[in-house]
């Protein structure tokens, strides 16, 4: 596609539901990342995948967060119980390879109310 | 552990003059720069990057970086800002053998007519 694309765009969930977001990066990219970003504040490092590897997830929160990349495309951002300090934006990048460019999508902004 | 300080949250300044926003880093090995600008309900672009080379790197829209390795700082510049320069700007590093991209908190860009 011409960009990364994330869905759904907004997502308003009740507290305990579970959520899955999902991202579509740059066709070719082998580099796809996600991160967190809070009102107010820079984004926050999740997690990190080369292809359908998982390399780094060093910056999920708790074991509520679980990401996968099954056949190195389409990735999906999974929080189970969520919980209302996990309402914030949620970011994806894809870059061609370490250290790339990042192309970032336009977030899924998750309420839990 | 790498961090990187915008020492500025806001950061006001009268439409055609000179803006500079703040950027420090500490790291513990190489690293290579990057600003990201967010506008009003979009996804993070990236304005510029410094991977290696001289060290004033000129990016999109008239902005411009110079690294500056015994302050481990890398201010953004702009000698004219235009009312649709209002965004919010992220400074943030690779860590060299490292993927993940880190984030400063942002600066907040207001342009007064």
């Known amino acids: 596609g011409a960009g990364v694309s994330q869905s759904p765009r907004y997502k308003v969930a009740k507290r305990g539901q579970d959520v899955a977001l999902r991202c579509d990066p740059i066709?070719?990219?082998?580099?796809l990342f996600w991160y967190q970003q809070a009102l107010g504040q820079g984004p926050e490092f999740l997690t990190y995948?080369?292809?359908?590897?998982?390399?780094?997830k060093s910056g999920l929160p708790s074991d509520r967060f679980f990401a996968e990349r099954p056949e190195g495309s389409v990735s999906t951002l999974k929080i189970q119980r969520t919980q209302q300090e996990d309402s914030a934006v949620y970011l994806c990048a894809s870059s061609l390879g370490p250290r790339g460019e990042a192309f970032f999508g336009q977030g899924t902004r998750l309420t839990v109310v | 552990a790498q961090s990187v300080t915008q020492l500025d949250s806001q950061v006001p300044v009268f439409e055609e003059a000179p803006v500079e926003l703040r950027c420090n880093y500490s790291s513990s090995v190489s690293v290579y720069l990057f600003w990201y600008v967010q506008y009003p309900n979009q996804g993070l672009q990236l304005l510029l990057k410094?991977?290696?080379?001289?060290?004033l790197v000129k990016g999109i829209n008239g902005f411009e970086a110079e690294f500056n390795k015994s302050q481990t700082s890398f201010h953004l510049r702009k000698p004219s800002v235009h009312i649709s320069d209002t965004a919010e700007y992220f400074c943030a590093v690779i860590p060299s053998r490292d993927d993940k991209i880190i984030f400063g908190k942002g600066t907040r860009l207001h342009i007064l007519p």
């Open positions: 995948f080369q292809n359908e590897a998982q390399l780094d």
């Open positions: 066709s070719g990219h082998v580099s």
């Open positions: 410094y991977l290696s080379g001289s060290t």
